[in-house]
């Protein structure tokens, strides 16, 4: 059974700061990881997609990596600003239908 | 497009009444899923559909909880009879073909339900 984990559950950091949030799932034979994010009182909003034959993806001041084989994901924030501050998700797809299973969530604060 | 809709917004009721939940897809997609969300159990996929057709509902909790597309825009889930411990927030996810992993799911905004 495949299993998502995050961590930390939650991190502060100062405006400014690169940072990095983990994710690591048990089951390698995955077809793809996507990181979302996730504001108070408000639904999910997609942020990265990485295929399985991926190694990253970038997308502006967010970076994710992808390695199956040890079963890991990071998702590399750069410059951070206050509006970061949300919960980032992580979920895998595992096998091939749309079924996504999520980890916990990271919380991430960015005081100014 | 207006994305995901689903309402209502907040939902308070008393233990043992009927539950309707409700979730309008994007335009064109054609895959539907309900998850819930609660602190202790994170995010949970419920069930899924298919052009319409329910393909996996293992993760629906009990027989209390039932879920129907009747057309291809438009899903509901239900409670009945609700309990506490149902209190969740629940959110509704389309995407744009069905069977396919690699497609991105956009999220509804969610319903808060409450159940004294």
């Known amino acids: 059974k495949q299993e998502v984990t995050q961590i930390p559950a939650a991190l502060s950091v100062p405006e400014g700061e690169n940072l990095v949030l983990n994710c690591s799932f048990t089951?390698?034979?995955?077809?793809?990881l996507q990181w979302f994010r996730q504001d108070p009182g408000k639904g999910l909003t997609s942020l990265l997609l990485?295929?399985?034959?991926?190694r990253e993806q970038t997308s502006g001041r967010l970076n994710a990596s992808l390695d199956k084989s040890s079963g890991r994901s990071t998702l590399y924030i750069a410059a951070s600003q206050p509006g970061d501050s949300a919960t980032y998700l992580c979920?895998?797809?595992?096998?091939?239908?749309?079924?996504?299973?999520f980890g916990q969530g990271t919380t991430l604060q960015v005081k100014p | 497009d207006a994305g995901v809709i689903q309402s209502p917004r907040h939902e308070v009721t008393e233990m043992g009444q009927e539950v309707t939940l409700r979730c309008k897809l994007i335009?064109?997609?054609?895959?539907l899923f309900w998850y819930r969300q609660t602190m202790m159990r994170g995010l949970e996929l419920l069930i899924y559909?298919?052009?319409?057709?329910?393909?996996?509902d293992s993760g629906m909790p009990e027989d209390r909880f039932s879920a129907k597309m009747p057309n291809a825009s438009f899903s509901t889930l239900k409670i009945q009879p609700s309990e506490p411990r149902d209190s969740a927030v629940y959110f509704c996810?389309?995407?744009?073909?069905?069977?396919?992993?690699?497609?991105?799911?956009?999220f509804g905004p969610g319903t808060r339900l409450l159940v004294l």
């Open positions: 335009s064109g997609h054609n895959s």
């Open positions: 559909f298919n052009n319409n057709v329910p393909i996996d």
């Open positions: 990485i295929q399985s034959s991926q």
């Open positions: 979920a895998v797809h595992s096998g091939n239908t749309g079924k996504l299973i």
């Open positions: 089951d390698s034979a995955i077809y793809n």
């Open positions: 996810a389309s995407s744009l073909r069905a069977g396919a992993p690699q497609e991105t799911q956009y």
